[in-house]
């Protein structure tokens, strides 16, 4: 009896997985710093994505990103952003965080919609990489929340699309 009970739980557990999951577009990374780097430089490049819109090369910036950005959105983000549209699961936004002199890359800060992920917060995943690489931060990053928090009415994003 146990083992039918074990059973019937494993499908029902992998049943719900599938539903809930079915609202993220496929082939996206999960929610896990290593992976998520992984996916955004090699599998499916962020310097090969469009620039947020009005964001078009490298613009100024503010603290704590950096004195000047480029602001990066794969093809979900930007369909949505065009169409003045909330940001759907699946968008990332990748910032590249550079010094005064325009051409020190000083860390690489993407956030990611992913269903369920963190229902409080707008259900974004938060990281910053060092230029190479290096996880700094990854997850429910307290910094990127308590900043971003102030633009929960815009989805918890500052740029706004021109």
């Given at each position: 009896?146990?083992?039918?009970?074990?059973?019937?739980?494993?499908?029902?557990?992998?049943?719900?997985?599938?539903?809930?999951?079915?609202?993220?577009?496929?082939?996206?990374?999960?929610?896990?710093?290593?992976?998520?780097?992984?996916?955004?430089?090699?599998?499916?490049?962020?310097?090969?994505?469009?620039?947020?819109?009005?964001?078009?090369?490298?613009?100024?910036?503010?603290?704590?990103?950096?004195?000047?950005?480029?602001?990066?959105?794969?093809?979900?983000?930007?369909?949505?952003?065009?169409?003045?549209?909330?940001?759907?699961?699946?968008?990332?936004?990748?910032?590249?965080?550079?010094?005064?002199?325009?051409?020190?890359?000083?860390?690489?800060?993407?956030?990611?919609?992913?269903?369920?992920?963190?229902?409080?917060?707008?259900?974004?995943?938060?990281?910053?990489?060092?230029?190479?690489?290096?996880?700094?931060?990854?997850?429910?990053?307290?910094?990127?929340?308590?900043?971003?928090?102030?633009?929960?009415?815009?989805?918890?994003?500052?740029a706004k699309p021109k």
């Amino acid at each position: 009896m146990k083992r039918y009970c074990l059973i019937a739980a494993f499908f029902i557990a992998a049943f719900a997985f599938q539903v809930s999951a079915s609202d993220m577009p496929e082939g996206l990374p999960p929610t896990d710093g290593e992976a998520f780097w992984t996916y955004i430089t090699k599998t499916n490049p962020y310097d090969g994505w469009g620039y947020w819109p009005g964001y078009y090369g490298m613009y100024s910036g503010n603290s704590p990103h950096g004195a000047y950005l480029k602001l990066y959105a794969n093809g979900i983000a930007l369909k949505a952003a065009r169409e003045g549209k909330p940001m759907p699961y699946g968008a990332i936004l990748v910032k590249e965080n550079y010094g005064k002199d325009k051409k020190t890359l000083m860390a690489i800060t993407p956030m990611y919609k992913v269903k369920g992920y963190s229902t409080e917060t707008g259900d974004w995943f938060w990281a910053k990489y060092g230029p190479q690489g290096k996880i700094d931060a990854a997850g429910q990053v307290k910094g990127c929340i308590n900043c971003h928090s102030a633009k929960k009415a815009e989805g918890y994003i500052f740029a706004k699309p021109k």
